[in-house]
């Protein structure tokens, strides 16, 4: 009697136990899904109403799915926004940049990696220490020093700077140079290759991982960069796609153009997503290392 | 990174100070080859760092146009900071308002979400790259994309808010709402703080939970007990690294709405850069002790959470 009470009280307990799984399970897909939508609905909607007919951007409710599919907005959208001078800026400006933050990154990472000098731990703590200075102290010095040797209107604000190092990809890459044995380089040493040759034949291939991380982030930061190319670059055939958008979204008149304003984003934004889903493990690789490893 | 810097600063105390004269032959001409590979980024901090650093404190006593050379004030500026410009603690406030919310929005949405997607969930990868793909948009396009969520009458926000029962918010002509809808904006970056929460989550050893649950510790008591204070570190570090993003907010409110409606939207990067950048004759002076308020602002945020970490963050034993 008994042993079968507890037995139905047992199958009475894994029901409810599976009822609730289930329940939370349903729970935890249903946020999932919802969150998924919130996060991707405005970037779809960019997308869709990119081939929308004018009139139908602004009809409430919400309509998602062109009624007649118009291509020519990408077309009507160039018209007025130089497209090809933007990129072909834009691309210069982030191809240089990351051969300089690539280039001085990796050397003073294997600087502060492997070899031992006075005062490395201080200066590396400095190095820390200026991911916290905030861009708006350096903001009007800077731009002062670059007026006067008449840097204004050129890209060597944009990219000069990027052949001194970057707080944040050199500390990327030294924690990487720190896991490499030292038994390869010593081998290296013994084998009579100088320094210079060690760096760039030995670790700068076994380093790989960090610089395809820092190349990504590299070029995150100078094809999203808005404030730089914003003081600098007042002409507009230096413009570049960042400031080539902004304008054509505050062009007089063309503030209610909504499905080219559309259509212009989707051509900023395709380049990077397509970067992105290359390689997305690396993007996220670069999220995590900003947020803690160490 | 936190711990980073922590083992950085425990590596400079107590350490007997080498002099060059006491170094080998070997050891100094290593100390040479050191020293080469670091100059790019040793002259970089005194160009782009110090450099700027110093000189914007220097500016900030002077009134300087950019074709005119600084002309010494004193302290005049900031006296009129302090007492003559109400756009200052109108901006401060409003950047504040920014602060808390966003980083508030980010922590906790970002902690809950990676929690979600740390129970043994199916398709991990597909969820992340979901959550993750808002924050990889160039913000110029973000914000022209975001103008029409938040588009009063036909945007997806208030279409969203409907079902709901409420009726259209005018977002950007309501002083009352338009903040609140630059911290709705922000939930797109929480993909990036709920990536790093992940990977710290699963950095977790399975042990610690099974040793919890022969305890008899339920959920909450794990993770309360368990997950959050191992996360302590990761927690310290993004709560460091968002506040201080937070405080520097400027491109999307430039594009979105130059600090309108009735300045409800101006935050303090956007009056600096104002004086600096859009009024005429330019006020880089005057500019320049905002940016060393700001600095002074920022840095005491810091310090202050910086202090506070040996009180909550938890570093597992012997970990460096």
Not at chain 2, 69 to 85: L, M, N, S
Request: hydrophobic share 55%; glycine share 6%; with cysteine.
């Amino acid at each position: 009697m008994s042993a079968i009470a507890t037995q139905s009280a047992n199958l009475r307990s894994d029901a409810l136990t599976r009822a609730t799984r289930i329940i939370g399970r349903i729970l935890l897909y249903g946020i999932l899904i919802f969150m998924s939508l919130w996060f991707i609905a405005p970037l779809f909607w960019m997308f869709m109403s990119s081939f929308m007919p004018l009139e139908q951007v602004g009809v409430f409710p919400v309509e998602w799915i062109p009624r007649v599919w118009q291509p020519e907005n990408y077309t009507d959208a160039l018209k007025f926004w130089k497209f090809g001078t933007t990129f072909r800026n834009t691309m210069i400006i982030t191809i240089f940049s990351l051969v300089g933050d690539i280039g001085s990154c990796t050397l003073v990472a294997y600087g502060f990696a492997r070899f031992r000098f006075p005062f490395r731990d201080t200066l590396f703590l400095i190095l820390l220490a200026t991911l916290m200075l905030p861009f708006a102290v350096r903001l009007i010095p800077v731009y002062a020093a670059y007026d006067a040797i008449g840097w204004i209107d050129t890209f060597y604000p944009l990219i000069v700077p990027n052949f001194f190092g970057n707080a944040f990809y050199i500390f990327i890459c030294r924690q990487f140079f720190l896991g490499i044995p030292q038994d390869l380089l010593d081998a290296a040493k013994i084998d009579g290759a100088s320094e210079f040759r060690i760096f760039t034949q030995v670790m700068i291939p076994l380093a790989k991982p960090a610089i395809v991380v820092i190349a990504i982030l590299s070029f995150q930061n100078s094809w999203n960069d808005f404030l730089g190319p914003l003081i600098y670059l007042k002409d507009p055939d230096l413009h570049t796609l960042a400031i080539g958008l902004y304008k054509f979204t505050s062009l007089p008149g063309q503030g209610g153009i909504y499905n080219q304003q559309m259509a212009a984003s989707v051509m900023m934004v395709l380049p990077v997503l397509i970067v992105f889903f290359m390689f997305q493990k690396q993007f996220i690789q670069g999220a995590n290392l900003s947020g803690m490893k160490g | 990174m936190a711990t980073a810097f922590g083992s950085q600063f425990s590596a400079l105390r107590g350490r007997r100070r080498e002099r060059w004269s006491d170094l080998s032959p070997m050891r100094k001409r290593e100390a040479k080859f050191g020293f080469l590979f670091i100059a790019p980024w040793f002259i970089g901090v005194l160009l782009f760092a110090l450099f700027p650093f110093v000189a914007s404190f220097v500016l900030s006593f002077t009134k300087y146009n950019i074709v005119a050379p600084p002309r010494w004030v004193g302290a005049e500026h900031y006296e009129h900071i302090f007492t003559d410009d109400p756009l200052f603690l109108k901006s401060l406030r409003n950047t504040a308002v920014y602060v808390g919310g966003s980083v508030a929005i980010r922590i906790v949405l970002g902690f809950a979400l990676a929690l979600l997607l740390n129970t043994k969930v199916r398709f991990l990868g597909l969820w992340r790259t979901l959550f993750y793909v808002p924050s990889v948009v160039p913000i110029v396009a973000l914000s022209i994309v975001w103008l029409y969520v938040l588009n009063a009458r036909a945007g997806l926000l208030n279409w969203f808010l409907g079902f709901f029962g409420i009726s259209r918010i005018r977002w950007f002509a309501d002083p009352d709402f338009a903040m609140l809808a630059f911290l709705i904006m922000s939930t797109t970056w929480v993909g990036v703080t709920m990536v790093i929460f992940l990977a710290g989550l699963q950095g977790i050893p399975e042990e610690y939970y099974d040793a919890a649950k022969i305890d008899g510790a339920n959920m909450v008591q794990r993770l309360w007990r368990v997950t959050i204070p191992l996360m302590t570190p990761t927690i310290y570090l993004n709560v460091l690294i968002n506040i201080i993003g937070a405080f520097q907010v400027f491109t999307q409110v430039f594009i979105m709405t130059g600090g309108a409606p009735r300045d409800a939207t101006r935050t303090y990067v956007l009056h600096l850069f104002d004086h600096a950048f859009q009024y005429l004759p330019p006020q880089m002076g005057y500019s320049s002790a905002l940016a060393w308020i700001l600095f002074m602002i920022i840095f005491a945020f810091t310090a202050v959470i910086v202090a506070s970490s040996q009180r909550w963050v938890f570093y597992q034993g012997g970990e460096e």
